[in-house]
């Protein structure tokens, strides 16, 4: 079993609509959470990062962390078709550079 | 332009010939990475180097070497190829390897071993 489950979709919504990703893990050492947007035939680029449980907003991303659960969200408010691209979700144990890396959800947003 | 360069984008070879896929950062950082991505497993950490003539091993290292004898390069080298290393690879880097540090990543090289 992975250590970082991903559906890996594709997840396909209308423009303009709220688009949920999520992660589930099954180490609770895992203290720091990201989320990274690759697109087609490109790096992955850090979207968002999360330490412990919580949420975090930026612009019209949220991330939210549920360490009770294991289970982490990302959500994208507004879509865009802009916004298709695979989301990587990947996380930590520790402050070193580890990362552990969920195999990634491609999603298209269609005009 | 800060950014991470990797060479070439495409290399298809043949089982047994050695090859280099080269990375190289502008930022002056000192964490170096690789990674290689496949489908449904996400990215797998090859090697990662915390400054120069340091590198240790990641979660793939078999069948791979990598040096660091220049802060800005960190070259990854396949002595000798087999099928399973045809895969989408990544070179990323940041200041100094730091969790809540962004990590550059390079735009890939897609290996094809026949």
């Known amino acids: 079993q992975k250590e970082v489950e991903q559906d890996p979709g594709p997840l396909s919504v209308p423009e303009g609509a709220i688009v949920s990703l999520n992660c589930t893990y099954s180490n609770s050492a895992f203290q720091y959470f990201m989320w990274y947007r690759q697109y087609s035939r490109k790096g992955p680029e850090l979207l968002m990062y999360?330490?412990?449980?919580g949420n975090k907003e930026d612009g019209r991303f949220t991330a939210q962390v549920d360490k009770s659960s294991k289970y982490i969200s990302l959500f994208i408010r507004d879509s865009q078709p802009s916004d298709s691209a695979t989301y990587l979700c990947a996380m930590s144990k520790a402050a070193g550079n580890k990362l552990t890396f969920g195999g990634g959800t491609r999603v298209l947003v269609k005009p | 332009e800060a950014q991470v360069t990797q060479n070439p984008r495409y290399l298809i070879t043949v089982t047994g010939k050695k090859l280099t896929v080269t990375c190289s950062q502008n930022?002056?950082?000192?964490?170096m990475s690789w990674y290689r991505q496949d489908p449904g497993l996400g990215l797998r950490q090859i090697y990662y180097?915390?400054?120069?003539?340091?590198?240790d091993k990641g979660d793939v290292p078999e069948g791979y070497k990598v040096s660091r004898k220049e802060k800005r390069n960190f070259p990854l080298i396949l002595e000798s190829p087999s099928p399973n290393q045809t895969s989408l690879y990544f070179c990323a880097s940041s200041l100094f390897g730091r969790t809540n540090e962004k990590l550059f990543f390079g735009s890939g090289t897609q290996l094809s071993v026949l």
């Open positions: 999360t330490y412990s449980s």
């Open positions: 180097s915390m400054n120069v003539e340091v590198t």
């Open positions: 930022m002056n950082h000192e964490y």
